[in-house]
């Protein structure tokens, strides 16, 4: 199942394509600003905004006075876009970790080019085994990636692992709707085959049998459906390609039907957008 989940991500030539397009965009590479990767390594729902908007609600340090000291996971972390965004708006240090190799690799070189590489680390490895130490985090990012879940439980253990007493796990998922079926391809999945989609409330139950405490949710889908509309109708008007900053350079050819797919579903209610911010206790 991972395998067939990491194809759909990786592409041949990832990194050499991102930074050919870079280039042909003007862009110096020794002065880039995680801001000029925005178009492009923001895999998720509302881009940018919507995680800075999402992380202001999250008291970072409290405990710790100083966030320099702030441990983030950014599990499924992409091309690395917002373990990049984390650690310059709120200057903790962060850890990716992702499934795809090819993501990794391209997350390592966008990170040399922002100058990122004493704050932002990445590895290769499944959410679902997690390569490090219990009691490791403060906050754990995990965004647009249980879609690809099946064993979510698993996944929530895990999450629980690593975080020390006191931690938060922020999660910025899609979830199944009341209408079915989705309409593929979506960014996750080509195909049913890997897409895992659960109702919210099934989620939050898991979420709480594992011992977490919710602080914090928000159902985003209208949002959700007015971002994908605007999507839709700029990749109408633009070309997509391989060689242009825009989503064509990560997801290939499919990207043109995801907005147009992602704002249908989102209309027809078959997946919802949600926010929530829950807590590992103190005594946990
Ligand atoms: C839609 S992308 C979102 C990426 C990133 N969180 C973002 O918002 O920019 C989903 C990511 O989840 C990763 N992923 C899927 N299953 C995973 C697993 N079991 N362990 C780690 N990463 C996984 C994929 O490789 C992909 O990079």
């Known amino acids: 199942m991972e395998s067939q989940i990491k194809n759909h991500y990786n592409s041949d030539h990832l990194t050499a394509n991102i930074k ?48 320099n000291d702030t441990q983030v996971l950014d599990a499924g972390c992409g091309i690395g876009g917002s373990s990049r965004l984390i650690a310059q708006q709120f200057g903790c240090k962060v850890t990716g970790l992702d499934l795809a190799d090819k993501f990794i690799n391209a997350a390592n070189f966008l990170t040399t080019c922002t100058k990122q590489e004493t704050q932002v680390s990445f590895k290769q490895g499944s959410i679902l085994d997690l390569p490090f130490e219990k009691n490791t985090f403060d906050l754990v990012l995990c965004q647009h990636v249980l879609m690809n879940i099946k064993d979510k439980s698993r996944a929530v253990k895990e999450f629980f692992r690593v975080l020390k007493p006191g931690g938060k796990l922020v ?26 989609l659960e109702p919210w409330d099934i989620l939050a139950a898991t979420l709480e049998k594992q011992g ?12 959700a459906c007015s971002w994908w509309e605007k999507v839709k109708a ?27 797919n992602m704002h249908t579903n989102f209309k027809n209610n078959s997946i919802c957008l949600v926010e929530a911010i829950l807590k590992k206790s103190y005594n946990a």
């Open 234 to 260: 700029a990749s109408d008007k633009k070309s997509t390609g391989v060689n242009v900053l825009g989503p064509g350079l990560i997801f290939g050819s499919n990207a043109t039907l995801f907005g147009k």
């Open 171 to 196: 999660l910025h998922e899609i979830t199944k709707g009341e209408n079915q079926p989705v309409i593929f391809p979506v960014p996750w999945a080509a195909s049913s085959a890997i897409s895992f």
């Open 20 to 67: 050919t397009a870079l280039i042909k965009a003007g862009k110096n590479l020794s002065t880039l600003e995680p801001k000029d990767l925005y178009r492009i390594d923001q895999l998720h729902t509302g881009g940018a905004n919507s995680s800075i908007a999402l992380l202001k609600n999250i008291n970072f340090s409290p405990d710790t006075p100083d966030t």
């Open 212 to 223: 977490f405490k919710m602080s914090y949710f928000s159902d985003k889908t209208h949002g």
